[in-house]
């Protein structure tokens, strides 16, 4: 038994990033499990860009480096944007994303806790924005690749000197992807289904990728360094959301469990829209905030031009944040609304 | 002229010349450094965000500018003591309107690929801020060479910074710089396309929309930059000979 007073000191921002970079370690080795060990190289890019890049933001600015740089939240942005991207993305593209994330998403706008969008993100959109094919070439799972690259030859495809000629013959269309363009040619979702890239519930190998997520995620709530208004009120939206299309015509649409598990919902749901400078402060805003993401979510993922949408639904949904706030204030106890 | 007059007409003298003695030399630092219309007055920014995908289109619509900010200067100044305050402006935007109308014909006579690219960009001259903005605060209170040269320069720092901004974007976004000089001097001038980088990707957001909004944001803040260490420079210059004195 403990003895009073029961007086515990918030966390340390240092602690909580740690702690988020604990969550992400499943997620990591399922990465290496399905797609090899070329992940651990694209965080270890991502992970030096960052940080170089934080350090010169610093300096330039006058402001103390050490602190700043030990805090872990470039650490946490870099991982997050390389968990975004295909797994076999040359270097230069990783060096990119992330020095745009660090340098003008979240340094020029005054650095932690004053950007007022995701960096991750915003460093995901320019890439997507910018190098569409590059983005969108996705390589197949180990189990359904045609040839097994072995790690050397993975490294060939991110510091070659011009890969995306021979990128064709190792990527696969992502099940989204894959689902988009066949529902255009007509076939109906039972038939798409049946193609090799999708599992018993999502993306073959993907699934469990995702499934980690959802581990580390409620590692996260365990620890309450989220709450759980964000990640359920995303999911439920975008089950409903989808449950409604699939319920109307499932011929066409996709069923909710497949939107849950496919692409960035579990991502999205635990690690990036739970960033706790660009969204919303109080619960209700959360609730509003979330639903906002998971029905963009969905709607681009349905109707847009991109195979997913959690990415720009964060952001446009970050743009909303200060109105979210200003009308979800909660009433102070005692005061008349 | 008295000494004090002198003085009074110095103090006054970027928004007001009434007085004879005319400074060219500040005409010409403000149009391109001072008070630059791009970068400082931050007018005329449609054309500044829209059309610097290159640099030879950012130039040529900024040149265009010039020529017509250059004449409606010229043309207002002689007509400034006879047209009534209250209705100024419609008869400012109508010399103006007549002005770029003329620049609009004639470059859909003789550089017709380079009008197609330009397109609406031309027409909308009329509605650009920068050259109401010189005519109101410069040709209707001065004589006609001083109000030439300050439409001339105030257009000509605005070229430059469409220029500068043309170029960043499309090397950045494409690799390669003056693409599109053909339109101007014609097919054999395509041999002047230089190719910065060869065997580029091509990062497409120096292209889009934002690459503007970054590129001039990024061009502002260097700007400012050289402004406020200048300045400094300039403080401790006037600092150290009172030390000396003393």
Known sequence: MSRSPYLTSAPSVSVIMIKVLLALLPAVAAYVWVFGPSILVMLILASITALSAEALMLKLRNRPIKPFLMDGSALLTAWLLALSLPPLAPWWLVVVGTFFAIVIAKQLYGGLGYNPFNPAMVGYAVLLISFPVIMTHWPAPIELAQAKLSFANQLEYIFGASNSMNLDAVSMATPLDYLKTQLTLHHSVQDIVSAAQFGLLGAKGGELIVGAYLIGGLYLLQQRLITWHLPIAFLAVLALMAGAFYLADPTRFANPLFHLFTGASMLGAFFIITDPVSGPTTPKGKLVFAAGIAVLTYLIRVYGGYPDGVAFSVLLMNMCVPLIDAWTQPRVFGHQK | ?246
């Open chain 2, 1 to 246: 002229m008295s000494e004090a007059n002198q003085e009074v007409a110095q103090e006054a003298q970027v928004e007001e010349k009434s007085s004879p003695k005319v400074f060219y030399g500040d005409i010409v630092g403000n149009g391109l450094w001072k008070q630059n219309p791009g970068l400082v007055q931050l007018l005329g920014l449609c054309p500044t965000l829209a059309m610097t995908v290159s640099l030879v289109n950012g130039f040529s619509l900024g040149v265009m500018t010039a020529v017509v900010m250059a004449a409606s200067n010229a043309s207002v100044a002689p007509i400034r003591q006879w047209v009534p305050t209250e209705i100024r402006i419609p008869v400012f935007i109508l010399i103006i309107a007549a002005l770029v109308t003329i620049i609009d014909l004639s470059m859909h006579a003789y550089l017709q690929s380079l009008h197609a690219v330009l397109g609406i960009f031309i027409p909308l001259i009329v509605t650009n801020c920068i050259v109401l903005a010189r005519v109101e605060a410069f040709a209707a209170k001065n004589p006609v060479v001083p109000s030439a040269l300050d439409g001339f320069m105030m257009g000509f720092g605005l070229s430059l910074v469409l220029a500068t901004l043309g170029g960043i974007r499309e090397i950045i976004g494409k690799g390669t710089l003056f693409s599109g000089i053909d339109l101007v001097f014609g097919p054999s001038a395509k041999s002047m396309i230089l190719t910065i980088i060869p065997d580029y990707h091509g990062f497409l957001l120096a292209i889009l929309p934002p690459g503007a909004f970054i590129g001039l944001a990024s061009l502002i803040a260097t700007r400012n930059w050289l402004a406020q260490r200048k300045a400094a420079r300039e403080a401790a210059m006037s600092v150290a000979p009172q030390l000396a004195t003393h």
